[in-house]
């Protein structure tokens, strides 16, 4: 089996930042040396994940873009594919990992999706570590300085073909407290199966609608061809709704697929046993 995971950093104007390549290098890296060292795709997106939530040059975790009311509020998933099982929490204040939540919750297994004050209970009850929510605000954020798109996905395949795929972050700038976006919702911005794991990027309004990821992979049982489904699928998100979107994907085979709307760049990286490549 072909191992390989795919990382995104979120879509946006083109933004071309030396700090964020390195973090994309990192966590590319964190994923790859579990796939490396014979681990599962889970447990590689969520690490992959984790670095880009810890780095505040990205939109999740800490150095999440704000609310209007100036709080940083997240949403994050996983999903793994061999299982169908899914882990999703939303609208959290005070967490700095919650892709680390999601994944709690994925394996208790009898909720997939948690938000707000619920999910916070949920995360007490387990002595989940949470933080003082005013240290999630990065003093860029707070000037706008960053008020750049940056979400964080991952998307793997172990060396058993098993795949996963793991999405988070802090939404888009001003949005209305309690807003949910697609990131947390499964089929719209992550999604995986037996065959496709799929993390998406972008209007989380218009994701939604088109419930992307889940879109993507109902297309790759008709055409098994990676960059080909990537591509479609945000041809047909330009052509059906507005705003722009980002997409990765990798099927059981390791082979990998991308795009992202025209006149944007979505930072990625791959590492496959070939090597690794950070892009755009
Ligand atoms: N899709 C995310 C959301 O709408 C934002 C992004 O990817 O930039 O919450």
């Not at 150095?63 to 709080?71: D, I, P, R």
Request: glycine share 14%; net charge negative; proline share 4%.
């Amino acid at each position: 089996m072909s191992i390989a995971v795919l990382v995104h950093g979120g879509v946006g104007p083109h933004d071309f930042q030396t700090a964020r390549e390195q973090g994309m290098e990192k966590a590319v890296q964190a994923g790859y040396a579990i796939l490396e060292a014979g681990g599962e795709s889970l447990d590689a997106v969520q690490a992959a994940v984790r670095v880009l939530e810890d780095d505040p040059t990205f939109n999740a975790g800490t150095g999440s873009v704000l609310n209007e009311l100036g709080e940083v509020e997240t949403d994050a998933a996983l999903m793994d594919g061999a299982t169908r099982r899914a882990g999703a929490v939303g609208a959290l204040h005070g967490v700095g990992n919650p892709v680390d939540l999601a994944r709690l919750l994925l394996e208790e297994g009898r909720h997939v999706l948690l938000v707000g004050d619920g999910a916070l209970r949920y995360a007490r009850q387990r002595h989940f570590p949470l933080v003082e929510p005013h240290k999630l605000v990065t003093a860029a954020q707070k000037k706008h300085w960053a008020d750049h798109r940056g979400t964080v996905g991952a998307v793997a395949v172990d060396h058993r073909g098993h795949l996963a795929s793991a999405t988070s972050t802090g939404g888009i700038a001003g949005k209305h407290p309690g807003r949910l976006g697609d990131t947390p919702l499964i089929g719209s911005g992550t999604f995986a199966d037996s065959r496709l794991a799929v993390s998406c990027t972008g209007d989380g309004e218009s994701i939604i609608r088109m419930v992307l990821a889940h879109e993507a992979a109902c297309r790759y049982r008709e055409v098994p061809d990676p960059s080909r489904v990537a591509r479609e699928a945000i041809e047909r998100f330009g052509l059906e709704v507005t705003g722009i979107a980002g997409i990765i994907l990798v099927d059981s085979g390791g082979r990998a697929g991308w795009a992202s709307s025209p006149g944007t760049s979505m930072l990625h990286g791959l590492a496959t046993p070939e090597g690794l490549t950070v892009g755009y």
